[in-house]
């Protein structure tokens, strides 16, 4: 093999894969806007569609909790808007743990046996669903929001941001806003 043959098998080796680089390259900015659209995750049997949960837990939330006062301040919001922004996801968890630190304060309130930060959140639920039978501070409502959140948040957690619309987590912020108040009202 001479050296003209080595730079056109060179050539003829490499003359995809630099095209897609340059190609992906000059495309990165839209690349980047699709991604950021993808709301639903598909792998083999499993399908999860974050928008659709938290547009159906917000319609739930509508009837189950009524109207709630603002329990977020302005300041508040604009911090959980940011977040939203940078990682949805971390927003998502943010709200989450809010929620979380209401079920504490209201288990406290209600002497259900505390939970440690080991005890897994749908073991909590059902304690204060159990609870509740006996005394009702809280709905039937409000507790399968709090499952929804849950199971929405496990959802987010196992995902990437790019799974997660920063409206999708606002959203979900939102939601999780109206249960903390109707768990510290209870």
Do not use: C
């Amino acid at each position: 093999m001479d050296f003209l043959d080595f730079t056109a098998a060179t050539i003829k080796a490499l003359a995809w894969p630099i095209a897609v680089v340059v190609i992906v390259i000059l495309l990165r900015a839209e690349v980047a806007n699709l991604l950021a659209r993808i709301t639903k995750i598909k792998h083999k049997d499993s399908e999860i569609d974050l928008a659709q949960e938290v547009e159906a837990a917000a319609i739930s939330a509508d009837k189950a909790l009524g109207a709630v006062t603002e329990a977020d301040s302005d300041s508040e919001r604009a911090r959980i808007n940011r977040l939203a922004e940078d990682s949805p996801r971390g927003a998502i968890l943010d709200a989450w743990l809010s929620v979380e630190e209401a079920m504490t304060d209201y288990e406290k309130r209600h002497g259900i046996e505390y939970a440690n930060s080991h005890t897994a959140p749908h073991h909590r639920i059902q304690s204060i669903q159990w609870n509740n039978l006996d005394t009702p501070a809280l709905g039937q409502g409000v507790l399968q929001m709090l499952d929804k959140l849950r199971r929405i948040r496990n959802d987010a957690v196992h995902g990437t941001d790019s799974d997660v619309t920063p409206e999708t987590a606002r959203n979900y912020a939102d939601l999780a806003a109206r249960v903390k108040a109707k768990l510290e009202e209870a």
